[in-house]
Every structure is written in structure tokens, then in C-alpha cells.
């Protein structure tokens, strides 16, 4: 039962009803559900005597009564993995089968509630999706679990990166299917492209279940799941990145000073049109050359090894910055993965297009019942609701949390506040406590363990490069002495058990518990408050603590003109209020202009929806019926007829086979016209703050809506692509070579991607600084000057690529690729 008292359960629930009252997050009404936790309870002795196959039968007969089948699944855990779910975990059961996020602090048992609840949807009949934000955690929640939906009568199965298509159906077959985000995305834009009378991959949504959900609602929101097609390597691309890695810094080029923009000087403009062959390349008819030089220079210059990337086994992987983990089968758009493959020296992959884009709204919204669960969801409250139209439960936690959570301990500079943390972790070590440290990338979590080893200390890395070890490396990190320095890897998800999996908790609670220490402050305090969680758990003690400088990304970036601190004593520690309140701030404006990013990444898409389901509804019809031959008869009737009905062939084309090769021809060219559409759209859309700047045609000169206008010019182009379809199916029909044996495709240029994959993209509208975005659109096509010492704002690569890299103004635009910008 709950540990309170009747004093403060009393102001609990007027709280809550005010709260209630008020329509605030997390405020979702729990009364009845908790009334039926004794009911629950009463019922234990009933569902002991009962057999494993009578449990079984039990649930699905009664699948409707959420207090019998609370009983029968608490007695189901117990037997299948020792564990009987608390009170506080069947109350998170039944939020989550009502439809609400249910917010349960960070050790509180949530897989397993999930686990129930998906088995409570799958008795009355559903199929449920268990959506997560990695792979590592879908594997692993799903055979952790396994025995309990053995036990229950309930199939499960999971998705990851590697899975094979055949691994995928039986997968998606089972009842219960746990999946990253990214990966239900890819299998439904996968789906959509076939080009065969085959079954899709991707079941008919029924009912969501998101862990994290904060995480793959909001943070994964803001960068849409984009699919690409293989094409044929770009030659300039490999020329431009050539010529970039000739130019040296400080002289052919300047980076500025928070290392998110660079711009060539004129030294260095001189130099790359000398070895492009003496061009000009702010002529009119160089525009593609100024922009793969520029896409070239920022990979050249911004993206770094082992934090943007990594090299491992001769190919470069890009690191998905909000998980710390490699993202497999994603690669960076417009020229930026050759400019860096040429940069570290590995063979060239192949270019790509885009073929097809999907928003975690739009993913989430095909489920007609989706529900969630996480530790950090109250934050965030207001963003569900508006994006989802999603609930918050908050679940009062099993034991109260003794946590030790310090203040932050701030530093004038980077190389003090990392002194200090080497200090704090050497110090507490010769204790035998056990810490987590928590960085911000791959870089600073190697080189922290190579200061550590210097200083004779050893400690276990837990990054993007030996993401396998991960299960391994956290079932020791509660050890006595143990070290482990880790990305966000361990920051959400991670259940670090005092004294390790086999150990002595009680020695390590006496040590006072793990001990995690930050070594910055993320963008949101949500993910602070994640990595925080990993200590704590379930009553235990533990401390957290952020080593924070005012030299980090955050300041620099969203609080640039903070005034240096005072009161700085001589190791560096800061302890001047206005400097301490300056980090908050910065938390303050990246998270709220990220949430204005995730805003207009969704207003910005909702048209592109709508045409999308009017395209697949119009593709579905020519998959599965006879519209192709039928349209292609009509505008074709010569050619359909020399085929069909040429007495002068000793046999004609079979019908079903011409039938076939119409439909093949068509969706080609569906499939063409939507990659075309998006790429128009891309183009519009990179551009479309330019209209906020015009001024419409109205007696008040006032500045037209760039989003209206966006969708002025989408409704126009979509308007027309049925047509062009249809002349140029016809056009290929007539042209292609068509026997009793078929079509080659290749030859007919109806060839499709050899692979594909995902791009790692930036959604990036037009922001909320229009001045800035003219400033940078304008300095696009100056040629530097020799007079300009200290050229301003000059970034030509921003715009020249948009999904590559868009310098965000501070407190405007923000950063929304994982791993794409500095």
C-alpha cells in the first residue's frame, strides 16, 4: 500500500482535485482505479489455487474485468519471474488501460506494468505494439518479459535495426510486438512502396503502447522518420570534399566562436575556385557548385569524429545524439555522408533521394487506442495533449525516493569543471561507492576514462562503440568500486541494481548507494532528471550531482550573452546567483524552442499528410485491382491492342501478364511523382521565410504567412500530379518494350532503389528571427571581401542545405538533428 500519512493523503487528494480543477498535466483522475486495489488484493488466495492453464483461461474469459484479471496477472508475474507487481504497478496497469501516459518514477517497475497491460489489451482481442526508443530496450523488455506472456497465454515478439523481413512478419504475428519508434516508421514506409500483391509487413494499427513515451513522443518528434532509395554515387560530391580537405583553418575558412557556423574566407574562396577550375562561384549558373562546397565545408569543419560519428569497420556510423547510440541504416542527406567519408578516408557508400517522410504524430496517430508510460512525463504534459490528445496519470511511488540530488557545482571553464569532476570521482572511489557518470558524448566519455587511467583508476565506457557490451557493463555498475563512464546510453531505461545482479545491496547502501555525477546539463531538465533516476531506486539511497561550466554547448549556445561570472574562487568554482541562474535559463529556452520546432515540424506536415493518404489510398487501388490496364487501355489503345490483338504475332501478351506489367509501370511512376513532390516541397519549404519578409497584396502591406503560402504552393503541385502520372505511365507504355516474356524494367527506366535506408534530417521551418534568415539568405551569394575582416553571420552552407545544417539564432531556432550540426 501507499506510504502516507492520513494528514498528507488528505492534502494529496484536495491537491489534486484543484490541480484537476485547474486542468493541469498530470492530473488525471485515479479515484476509481484506486478503489479497486483492495478489490485486487482480496482475491489473491483465489488465484494461487488456480493452475497455470486456468490462470490463462481465466484472463481471457475475463478479459473486460480489470480487477479479476489484476488478480490473475499479479499471481502470473509471481510465477513466471519471482516477482509479484506492487500496488502502485497494477495502478499504473489500469491508467495505461485507460488510456492515459502513466508517469512512475525511475525504478518503479514500469516494464513489467507494461507487460501486463499489453497482456490486458490482448485478452479482449487486440494486437498491441509496445513502442520504444531503442533497440536495446525492445529486445530487452520483450525476453525479460516473455515468461510472463508464456505463462499468460500471450505471444510476443520484437523488432530491432537487423532484423530480416521474414524476422519482421513473425514478429509483427504475435500479439504482443515490442519496436523502436524508428523502426515501426521505416516497416510502414516500407510498406507503402511495394510493388507486389504481397501482405505489408506492418499489421493494421490497433492499440500503442509507448515506453519512454516523453522521449518517442516529444524528443524523437521533433525529426521525421525519412526512408531513401539508393542512386548512383554523385561524382562532386567525392570532387567537393576533395577540395575541402585542401583548405586549412584560419586561413581558407572560419569557424565561429560557439563552432556551429563556418563560412571560407576570401583566401579561401580564391582556392576553391581556382581548384574547381577557375569558376566563379557566385555566378548565377554555379548555384549547385556553391552549395556542395558549402555542404562539403560544413562536414569538413563541424561534424567530429566520435561525437557526431563514429569509424567502426571501415564505414562510418552515425551516433543518434538523444540515445548515445549508434543509428544503424542512417546516413546523412546531400552530399554531407560522402563529404565525410572522404573526410576519414573509408570507401564512398552510395548517394540517395528521399522516397518517403513520416512524423511521430502522424505514426502514432494511426492507432486507434495508444496509452504510455514513463518517469518524466508531467514536464511535458501540455505538449501531449496538444500533439496527442493524451493524459497524464501520475502513480505515487512504491517507497519514498531518499535520493541525495546536490545543487549544481558550476565552473568558470571547461578544463576546471573537468578537473574538479576527476577530482569528485577519485575521491569517492577510494570509498568503494560505486559511480555512473554521465557525458554528453563519445569523445568526452573516452577521454574522462583516459584521465581516470592516468590517474590509476579504471573504469568501464559504456558508448556507441561497444553498444553490445551494455547489458554486461550495467549489471555490474552498482557494484562495490565500480566505475562506469556512459552516454545517454545509461540515461534512460537502465535498471542499475545495488551490489550488481548477484552482489550485497545492503554493503553498497551503507556506502551511501550509487553515486551519479552529470558532467553537463542537457538540453531539458527531463533528461537530467533521467540520468538522476539511475540512482535511488525503490527506497535505495543514492546521490546525483552536475558538474556544469559556463564554457558548455547549453550557454554558449541558448544563453550566449550571459556577462562572466563573479565570486569565482580559485579552482574555478562559481558561486555568483546571476551565473547559476543563467543554466536554467539556457535549459529554459533550448527545450522552449524546441517545442516551437516540433510545433511547425508538425503545422508544417499536416498537409503533406492529408495528400499522402488521398496518393496511397489511389496507389492501394492500382495494387489491388485492375486500374492500371484500364487507364493505360484508355490512353494507350493502339499499343494495348497491337498487343493483345496482333494477328499477325504468333501469340499475344497474356492479359494477366500485361496486367501485371500496367500495374508495375504505374506505381513506378506514383512512386516517382511523390519522391519528385516531397523534393519540390523541401525546396519550397527551405525558402518559405522568405515570404514572411514580402508583403502581400492587401491594403495594409502586411507580411504574407509563410505557412499559408507553404500551403498555397503544396495544394497547387499536388493538384496536377495526377495527371502527370497518368501521361507518364502512358508515355512509358508506349515506349516500353513489352513481350510474352515481360518488360525489363531497368532498360524501360522503371528500375528501383537497390537498398535503402533512413536519412538523419533536420526539420528546420522558418524561424522565428525572419531578419536573421534574410541576412543569411542574402550573404548566400556574396563573394567575401577583402575589406570584410570579421565577415557577420556569413553561412551559405545553411541555407544551401537545409536538412544538413540551419544555424539556429539563440533563444530562436534550435538544433533538431541528432547528430547532423554542432
Known sequence: MFKTGSGQKAMSKIGERVRRFLQKPGTADLTRLRRQLPQIAAQADNMAELSDDELAELITAEATDHVVVGAALREVAFRAIGERPYDVQLLGMLAMLSGHVAEMATGEGKTLAGA??????????????????????????????????????VSVGHVGQTSTTQERREAYAAEVTYAPVSEIGFDLLRDRLRDAETEPVLPAPDVLLIDEADSVLIDEARVPIVLAGAIEVNEADKQ????VSKLRPGTHFEIDQDGRNVHLTVAGNRAAEKALGDIDLYDGDQLDALTQLNVALHAHALLHRDVDYIVRDGRIELINASRGRVALLQRWPDGLQAAVEAKEGVATSDSGEILDTITVESLVRRYPLVCGMTATAVPVGEQLREFYDLEIAVIPPNLE????????????????????????????????RPVLIGTLDVAESE???ERLAAAGISATVLNAKNDSEEAAIIAEAGTNGTITVSTQMAGRGTDIRLGGSEGDRDEIAELGGLYVIGTGRYWSPRLDDQLRGRAGRQGDPGTSVFFVSMEDELITQHAPDTAQPRDVDEDGLVSDTKAIWAVGHAQRVAEGANTDLHRNTWRYNKLIEEQRRILLEHRERVLTTDAAIVALKARCEEKYNDLTENDEKDT???????????RQIVLHHIDR???????????????IHLRALGHGPNPFNMALDPLAEFHAEAVKLFSHMFTQIEERSAET????????????????????????????????????DADAALRRLTKRRRRPQPEEAEPEDTAPEADAAPEAEAEPEPEAEPEATEGADK
Open 240 to 243: 567537393m570534399a576533395e577540395v
Open 733 to 768: 507504355f508506349n515506349d516500353a518494350e513489352i513481350t510474352e516474356a515481360g518488360i525489363d524494367l531497368e532498360v524501360s527506366g522503371l528500375k528501383r532503389p537497390t537498398a535503402t535506408w533512413t536519412y538523419l534530417v533536420k526539420d528546420n521551418p522558418f524561424g522565428t
Open 447 to 449: 577521454r574522462l576514462a
Open 652 to 662: 499475344n501478351v497474356n492479359a494477366d501478364l500485361l496486367e501485371s506489367i500496367a
Open 116 to 153: 501486463l497491460t499489453a497482456i490486458g489489451y490482448a485478452a479482449k482481442g487486440h494486437k498491441v505494439h509496445v513502442m520504444s526508443v531503442n533497440d536495446y530496450l525492445a529486445k530487452r523488455d520483450a525476453d525479460w518479459m516473455r515468461p510472463v506472456y508464456d505463462l499468460a497465454g
Open 673 to 687: 511523382a511523390w519522391a519528385d513532390h516531397l523534393a519540390v516541397l523541401a525546396n519550397i519549404r527551405e525558402g
Open 401 to 432: 525516493c531518499v535520493r541525495d540530488d546536490e545543487p549544481d557545482r558550476l565552473y568558470a571553464t571547461l578544463k576546471e569543471k573537468e578537473t574538479a569532476v576527476i577530482a569528485e570521482i577519485v575521491a569517492t572511489h577510494e570509498t568503494g
